[in-house]
């Protein structure tokens, strides 16, 4: 790999932060010394590399006993959370009321704890929007003293789409997670906005053909049924678009009539309108910041060729697809992989086990750097989509 992640070039790797920092101060006309709690990208490396598994996991999340679920948040054992959401894309949480926990928690882990690591690191990582974070940057450089005891990166969930077809039978559509960008980069934007028209764009000619077959919708009340279509964000948007046509007309005989074509309409559509790793990778490069596969244990591996990828060194086609699959990334320009994703039973399969263990050797020989959080969409920082009564938040903020 092109970059020495373990460098310790204290001169030039200073430069590169404090670089960083200057240019987010600019964009937030504030002092660099207000971004204190900021990572840039040579601290990010230092901090994921010292961090332990056991840090990433709020517990074992597998696990249906509520004490093993959470038993890191109670030990306050867990400390870093590099994947949420917040309402500017799917999630429950403001950005105000995310920072807010974060510094609450971080003030009871400091007063437990003691190394040199952060009390806690979070990022936001909302789909294919930039907003949550710009509003992170902007409250935290107000008020940096409030956020002294806390650490925030810069990140973005992008939904791309995996097309290698030595190894894929069609394209498939995935995440890719990104972290330390800078989120004022005009290319960054120009690039993500042009993707979200293109997708805009091809809602309403959908929308346009199943009016000749009789099913007339209106853009925009399809467009403000949900979030993500309302941001045109994420590798579900076409398909949150199909399953509100079906919800609302699953009774029409004009549907029923013309199903097939219909389905039709929306075949490849997430895929054909998302950017390749490459593409994202080479806008990111630009500037700053770390790009690499999200969550590598629910890529729909179902795709993989069977004809094409052989069996090797005890992994099934299945388990060196997903090995070939981060290759690829990586040749692409992933410089990370989500190897400590925080699982859930929905994700459960007989293999999740092999799959992670397939990322993490894949990351060790890579030297990728391993990210990884609950990917929360819920009104608080420790799970994924499990709400938590008020009791149980105040004793994991607490504890
Ligand atoms: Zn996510």
């Not at 870093?80 to 917040?86: A, G, K, P, R, V």
């Not at 045109?232 to 678009?241: P, Q, T």
């Amino acid at each position: 790999m092109g970059f020495d992640f373990q460098s310790e070039n204290n001169n030039i790797n200073n430069d590169l932060d404090y670089n960083y920092k200057q240019v987010l101060a600019e964009n937030l006309d504030c002092p660099v010394e207000n971004l204190a709690s900021i990572v840039g990208p040579i601290e990010f490396v230092h901090i994921i590399n010292k961090y332990t598994p056991d840090n990433f996991y709020t517990g074992d999340f597998l696990s249906e006993h509520f004490d093993e679920l959470y038993q890191n948040v109670l030990n306050k054992t867990f400390r870093i959370n590099l994947h949420m959401h917040t309402v500017e894309s799917d999630g429950r949480l403001t950005v105000e009321e995310l920072l807010n926990q974060a510094v609450i928690y971080a003030d009871n882990v400091k007063s437990k704890i003691n190394d040199d690591l952060p009390a806690f690191m979070i990022s936001i990582t909302n789909h294919d929007s930039l907003e949550g974070t710009k509003k992170a940057l902007k409250i935290i450089a107000e008020n940096p003293d409030k956020f002294k005891d806390i650490k925030f990166v810069t990140g973005i969930e992008f939904s791309v789409t995996l097309d290698n077809e030595k190894i894929l039978k069609k394209p498939l559509a995935t995440d890719l997670m990104g972290y330390c960008i800078n989120p004022y980069d005009e290319d960054l934007n120009n690039f993500q906005q042009n993707i979200k028209n293109s997708r805009n764009e091809e809602a309403q000619k959908i929308l346009l053909k199943l009016s000749e077959f009789g099913v007339k919708e209106n853009w925009e009340t399809v467009k403000n049924s949900h979030v993500l279509i309302k941001i045109a964000g994420s590798m579900a948007f076409f398909d949150f678009i199909k399953h509100y046509i079906y919800k609302n007309y699953k009774k029409s005989p004009n549907l029923i009539k013309h199903k097939e074509e219909i389905e039709k309409l929306f075949e490849g559509k997430q895929t054909t309108f998302s950017s390749t790793v490459k593409e994202v990778a080479s806008i990111i490069n630009k500037s700053f910041g770390y790009i690499g596969l999200a969550h590598p244990g629910r890529i729909h591996l179902s795709k993989i060729d069977e004809s094409k990828v052989f069996p090797t060194k005890n992994r099934d086609f299945k388990l060196e697809g997903l090995y070939l699959l981060l290759k690829d990334s990586v040749f692409q320009g992933a410089t990370l992989a989500e190897s400590n994703y925080h699982y859930t039973m929905r994700h459960y399969s007989e293999e999740l086990h092999k799959l992670v263990d397939v990322t993490n050797l894949f990351c060790e020989e890579a030297n990728l750097l391993k990210t990884g959080g609950t990917d929360g969409h819920r009104a608080n920082i420790f799970t994924h989509t499990l709400d938590l009564s008020d009791e149980e938040l105040n004793l994991f903020l607490r504890s």
